[in-house]
C-alpha cells in the first residue's frame, strides 16, 4: 500500500473550516484514499474515503486532485469536540486492503 | 454503522502472566480481523491479520508466540498476551472487516489498555 504524508500537527478556530492535507505521490490506481481520526484513548472513527471523485457525507468532504497524488479533508464547521489525530491512508478496496495508519495530523480546535 | 466491541476496556495484570482481550463484532460477520497496538504518543501499529477459521498472519517483529490470535467464529476474535511483561502495556485495538455485504469496510473497537504491573 502507498504511503502517506500529513503534517504533524494544525490549529483550527472553533467555527471555521478545517483544511486537513495529506500526500499519496505513489497510490497506485486500484488503491482509495480513506480518512479516519482518533479522539484520545478511543478507537479510529471512520470519516470519509473516495477514489478519485469529491466526496461529501455529513461529517466532511474529501477533494482529491485530479492525478490523485494529493488530497484534503474538510470540516466545513470545526467544533471543539473535533480535535483528535486525523489519518489519512491509502488502500486498496478489496478482501486483500489493510489500513496501515502512519502518524497522522493532530488537530487542535481552539475557541 | 457497523459495530465492534471489545472486552475488557482495561486490565491490570502481573507480569508473568496472560491476558485475553475478546473483540467481537456485533451486527456483521468479520470474515478479517486486525490487531493493532498503540504506545503513548504514537500511531496504530498492526500486529496481525486474521481470517475466520485460519491462523492469523503476523506482521514482521510481532511474536506470534507472544500473542496469540484466535478467530474462531465470524463475530469473535481473541487476542490472548502470554506471560505479559511491563514492556507489553499498551492500548490493543481490534478491528473487523466484512465482506462485499459492508464493502469491505473495516470498523474499530473502543480498544483496551493494558497494564502489567
Known amino acids: 500500500d502507498a504511503k502517506t504524508t500529513q503534517p504533524p500537527s494544525m490549529d483550527c478556530a472553533e467555527g471555521r473550516a478545517a483544511n486537513l492535507p495529506c500526500n499519496h505521490s505513489t497510490i497506485s490506481g486500484n488503491e482509495y484514499v480513506y480518512w479516519y481520526r482518533q479522539i484520545h484513548s478511543q478507537g479510529p472513527q471512520y470519516i470519509i474515503h473516495?477514489?478519485?471523485n469529491n466526496e461529501t457525507n455529513e461529517m466532511a468532504s474529501l477533494i482529491i486532485t485530479e492525478d490523485r497524488k494529493s488530497s484534503t479533508l474538510i470540516l466545513p464547521h470545526a467544533t471543539l469536540r473535533d480535535t483528535a489525530v486525523y489519518y489519512c491512508?491509502?488502500?486498496?478496496?478489496?478482501?486483500?486492503?489493510?489500513?496501515?495508519f502512519g502518524q497522522g495530523t493532530e488537530l487542535s480546535v481552539k475557541p | 454503522g457497523a459495530v465492534v466491541s471489545q472486552h475488557p476496556s482495561w486490565v491490570i495484570c502481573k507480569s508473568g502472566t496472560s491476558v485475553k482481550i475478546e473483540c467481537r463484532s456485533l451486527d456483521f460477520q468479520a470474515t478479517t480481523m486486525f490487531w493493532y497496538r498503540q504506545f503513548p504518543k504514537q500511531s496504530l501499529m498492526l500486529m496481525a491479520t486474521?481470517?475466520?477459521?485460519?491462523?492469523?498472519?503476523?506482521e514482521q517483529g510481532v511474536e506470534k508466540d507472544k500473542f496469540l490470535i484466535n478467530h474462531a467464529s465470524l463475530t469473535l476474535s481473541t487476542l490472548t498476551v502470554t506471560s505479559a511483561h511491563p514492556e507489553d502495556s499498551s492500548f490493543y485495538i481490534c478491528?473487523?472487516?466484512?465482506?462485499?455485504?459492508?464493502?469491505?469496510?473495516?470498523?474499530f473497537g473502543p480498544g483496551t489498555r493494558l497494564t502489567v504491573t
Open positions: 491512508i491509502v488502500r486498496t478496496y478489496n478482501q486483500g486492503g489493510k489500513l496501515i
Open positions: 473516495g477514489l478519485k
Open positions: 486474521s481470517n475466520e477459521g485460519s491462523k492469523a498472519t503476523y
Open positions: 478491528s473487523a472487516r466484512g465482506g462485499v455485504t459492508t464493502s469491505y469496510e473495516q470498523y
